[in-house]
């Protein structure tokens, strides 16, 4: 079977999302419905991979898991068209994972920079899943034989070992994928999509942090579920510099709080930064605050209330889930049936 462009992403289901997670990723995943076939998965098996006081135990990742579907929906993504589902639905993620991780090298895990970030001081005390997770990441996107990847700038060096993963199995494999009748590359080599003016939205209160779901102060950052009010306010509070606006990008580079709030407002209006630069350059924060604060509602408000309203039906959100679980689970049925004849493994057709 020829390889046909097709788009996955993952979200983990970890609570709070916020504008960094709508900008960085959620926006990227409505427009790449308009070209591709998506698959987009709750990713509830990579969740699970920090110790459970932190994932939060089963009623959190239950909430969790219909939060970030409602996020989805809410956004514009339409699950009837795309494949919306959570990953534990589908064994082929583990099944794959476990052929892959025979593929993949412990050099090559070792080098994984989110890991050493993750685990810490203490990597005595780290699961293996959490040193596991870039195979099950890569499973994942294999599963689809997807070609396109959206995800945030720090997810590329896990993608380029899905890419390495894809070019040994094919590799190793090749005698045994010519003679199953696939062409040369089973495995297509996924591509990153990295797009957007703010795919890294920075705290609200320190514009050389990440926007985050951890951080102590509320005020760092918007929620998808804050009201009208909640952002407008959050918005009126965000730390500045006491200089008016730059007419010209250059001007920002020294001002990382500008910088986040001007590419804040140019994401959310889908415009360069320097139109926006053009329109509000010499004015002062107040002003453009104001108007940052109306877009941010006009744009988000009415996501939060259509989220609001979805979870608080989670017998839809768990029918879309299943339907799109089912629909997945066929394209992974394919794609396990040609591993295990690659591999070897006997089974029933
Ligand atoms: N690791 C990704 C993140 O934390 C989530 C993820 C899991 C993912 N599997 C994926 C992203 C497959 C893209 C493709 O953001």
Not at 46 to 52: E, S
Not at 179 to 188: I, L, R, S
Not at 209 to 230: E, F, G, P, Q, V
Not at 275 to 282: A, I, T
Request: glycine share 8%; aromatic share 6%.
């Amino acid at each position: 079977m020829a390889i046909t462009e097709r788009v996955f992403s993952g979200v983990q289901p970890t609570g709070n999302l916020h504008l960094g997670n709508y900008l960085g990723a959620i926006v990227n995943f409505v427009k790449l419905q308009e070209t591709h076939n998506c698959v987009y998965c709750v990713v509830d098996m990579h969740a699970i991979t920090v110790p459970v006081t932190v994932w939060g135990g089963p009623d959190e990742l239950r909430r969790n898991t219909r939060e970030v579907t409602a996020a989805f929906i809410a956004s514009g993504i339409d699950p009837a068209k795309q494949i919306i589902f959570n990953q534990s639905q589908v064994s082929g993620h583990a099944e794959l994972a476990w052929v892959f991780n025979c593929v993949a090298r412990l050099g090559w895990l070792n080098r994984m920079t989110q890991f050493k970030e993750k685990a810490g001081k203490d990597r005595e005390n780290a699961s293996v899943g959490l040193y596991d997770y870039p195979v099950l990441m890569a499973s994942d996107i294999l599963l689809y034989r997807a070609t396109h990847v959206p995800v945030g700038e720090d997810q590329k060096q896990h993608l380029e070992l899905c890419r390495d993963i894809a070019q040994k199995f094919n590799n190793d494999f090749s005698a045994s994928i010519a003679a199953q009748g696939h062409d040369g590359n089973y495995f297509p080599m996924p591509e990153p999509v990295i797009t957007g003016a703010a795919t890294r939205v920075m705290s609200l209160r320190d514009g050389t942090k990440k926007m985050s779901k951890s951080d102590a102060s509320d005020n760092s950052r918007i929620n998808l579920t804050d009201d009208a009010d909640t952002i407008a306010q959050k918005i009126r509070r965000a730390k500045t510099d006491p200089e008016p606006l730059p007419s010209e990008e250059d001007g920002l580079k020294t001002r990382p709080e500008a910088d986040n709030l001007v590419g804040i407002y140019s994401a959310l209006a889908d415009r360069p930064k320097s139109e926006v630069l053009r329109e509000f350059g010499g004015a002062q924060f107040s002003g453009f605050k104001t108007s940052l604060a109306d877009l941010a509602v006009e744009k988000l408000a009415p996501i939060a209330a259509e989220m609001k309203r979805l979870t608080g039906d989670p017998g839809y959100i768990d029918q879309v889930l299943t339907d799109g679980g089912d629909r997945a689970r066929a394209i992974a049925n394919e794609t396990m049936n040609a591993v295990r004849d690659i591999m070897g493994f006997i089974h029933k057709r």
